[in-house]
């Protein structure tokens, strides 16, 4: 009997790794395949050495390229796998098309699909991650929530509760466990930052993809920089755009490589306030207490604002918001629940009692 673990871009890491470490810890033998959608160093590799990941079994090493190109050449690699390995279960993490790829594909061969991080919905159709979401809850056998919001989307679309788990959320897990590993102030001056400063992460399709949207955004940027300098690791998506436009030109913008986990996780725990348009940034925010502006219209994560410190933005009132958090802060509400670093225990004895009882079965 294997488990097989699909990761693929840099999101998936810290969520899978108290899910494996867990049913490792249950002597469950397990197969992780790393699908090489993220393939930069700092996108991926230095999370297996930062997170005590096992190394991959296998790297189908697909790479960039257009939704369909990739899509499809992940769907052909793991096919090969799962026919090779025949897993008891595939587990999938998250949004990215690595995650709809294996569910596709798990789901055709007859393999049943768990999905961690089930649920979420923005209810925007023009994002491709929300496609992804709902494609895979769809033809997932065991689906893992990390807040009571992402049960009631599944109840609505009709799901069997029996196959709805409320775990928490396992990227918190990763994050609590690294706590005392993370140094806001060496991260802050190895890049000569002032002691107080922003962090911002920019890669939505909507924000950078189109050149009037970016222009605009780069100009929104510059006029945060004036409130406090700003260091942007610059995702790969988007980067040509936004630095043609002149993003890195205000002398108070430090745009940097992307950051490994513990770099980064450092520097949002030491900054003033975080502006972005990521997922996991508006979860990692609420845990540390950081104000995190979102510059997005929607988020599939309410629960960060409902419990936490996040707000969403949009360019007519990020610099007001900016300006309200860095004078008076924003008070941190109570922690949502199961936020509490044991998600991956939950999530591996779901798993276990499930495999209990097909054998049974």
Sequence with gaps: MTLLHVTGARPNFPKAAPVIAALAAAGVRQRLVHTGQHYDDRMSE?????????????????????HAQQTAALMVG??????????????????????????VTAAKLGFPVAHVEAGLRSFDMSMPEEI???????????????????????????????????????????????LDRLDAQRARESLGLPERYLVATLHR???????????ALVALMQSAA???????????????????????????IHVVEPLGYLDFISLVRGSAAVITDSGGVQ????????PCLTLRPNTERPITITHGTNRLASA???????????????????????????????????????LDARETA
């Design 78 to 103: 793991l096919e090969e796998e799962f026919l090779q390995t025949r897993p008891e279960l595939v587990i999938v993490y998250g949004d990215v098309n690595s995650t709809l790829a294996a569910a």
């Design 316 to 354: 007519d009132n990020l610099l007001a918001l900016l300006d309200a958090v860095l004078d008076d802060g924003i008070e941190s509400r109570m922690t949502p629940p199961l936020w509490d670093g044991r998600s991956g225990e939950r999530i591996a004895h779901v798993i276990l009692d499930w």
């Design 226 to 252: 004036s409130r406090a300098d700003i260091v942007l690791p610059l995702h790969p998506r988007g980067r040509a755009v936004l630095e043609a436009l002149g993003i890195a030109d205000h002398p108070r």
């Design 132 to 178: 992804n979401r709902i494609v895979t809850d769809r033809l997932s056998d065991l689906l893992f929530c990390t807040s009571p919001d992402a049960i009631a989307h599944l109840a609505r679309e009709g799901v069997d509760p029996d196959r709805i788990h409320l775990v928490g959320n396992p990227m918190i897990d990763t994050l609590l466990a690294n």
């Design 46 to 66: 230095i999370f297996f050495r930062e997170l005590d990941l096992p190394r991959p079994d296998i790297n189908l090493g697909v790479g960039s390229g257009t």
């Design 283 to 290: 979860e990692e925010t609420t845990m540390l207490g950081v």
């Design 205 to 215: 399709p909507g924000n950078v993809d189109d050149p009037e949207s970016a222009g």
